[in-house]
């Protein structure tokens, strides 16, 4: 009787070694998913910039890239914001999300040439959180 106890111990501790090794891998892997989903979307994002900073650019030629681009940025600031729980990743998306808003503001007030400082800060550090 003492075997079976014996062998019954060891089968439960066995199984609730592979349950905490499953559940440990699985939490390892959301979070690793969540900072590649992170860096993905903050590289997209970049992307959006450099098109926004193009726009500009041209902004004579085509007035209506501007908004398309900001839109595009609103976007990935979106499925970001959707994706963690990180307060650092949501206070620079938050940072990103105002300055996109000012630039807005400033090019329906008729500023053809907006300040992109405060875009370009506001993504490079939510890179730099993502990537951290």
Do not use: F, H, W, Y
Request: aromatic letters at 0%; charged letters at 25%.
């Amino acid at each position: 009787m003492a075997e079976s106890r014996r062998r019954r111990g060891t089968a439960i501790a066995a199984v609730v070694a592979a349950v905490g090794l499953t559940v440990g891998l699985t939490t390892g892997c959301d979070a690793v998913n969540k900072a590649l989903d992170c860096v993905q979307t903050a590289e997209a994002v970049a992307d959006s910039v450099t098109d926004l900073q193009q726009a500009v650019e041209n902004a004579s030629n085509d007035p209506t890239q501007i908004e398309e681009s900001l839109g595009s940025i609103d976007q990935n600031l979106d499925e970001i914001g959707d994706k963690t729980d990180n307060a650092d990743v949501n206070k620079a998306v938050d940072n990103l999300n105002e300055a996109v808003n000012n630039v807005r503001t400033a090019v329906k007030n008729g500023d053809e040439t907006p300040d992109l400082s405060p875009i370009t800060d506001a993504a490079g550090e939510l890179t730099k959180v993502c990537t951290s």
